[in-house]
């Protein structure tokens, strides 16, 4: 069952992927990454990395979207819709769809069996922690410098367009 719980997920974020890389439109893409950035934690999920997957939902999935989609609408203009949507028929499938995802979710977490006491705790935060900083701390620093300068940046735009 975790097999077939895997395979789901990934084709999933196939899916996603593939829908991202090929949407014009700027938001359909960036909602075509929120669902992968959802899949690949829910692969997390079923690799027994809890804390990987919630930071995937937290850090991507939240924040880096919101902020992307922030972008878009302030760097891109866009045009009023108007009149009937023609792909109204496809929208309608996807409540089912999304009902029988649920379903398998749900499945895969009732019929899941305990974990045993000695997991491997490669996703736990006590380990990830120890790798950051102390093998990692270098490239850990070196990332929070670039996103600084990413922030500074983005001030420095926006100061300028105002």
Known sequence: MALVAF????????????????????????????????????L??????EFLAAAQVIVYAGAIMVLFVFAIMVLIPGKEETGPDPRRPWRLLALPAGAILLMLLAVYVVGAPAAPSGRATSG????????LFTDYLFPFELTSVLLLAAMVGVLLLARRRA
């Open 7 to 42: 395979a789901l997920i990934a084709l999933i974020a196939l899916g996603s992927a593939l829908g991202l890389v090929l949407k014009r439109n700027p938001i359909h893409g960036a909602l075509f990454l929120v669902v992968n950035l959802g899949s690949i934690a829910a």
């Open 44 to 49: 997390y999920l079923t690799l027994g990395a």
């Open 124 to 131: 736990g935060v006590e380990a990830i922690a120890r790798l």
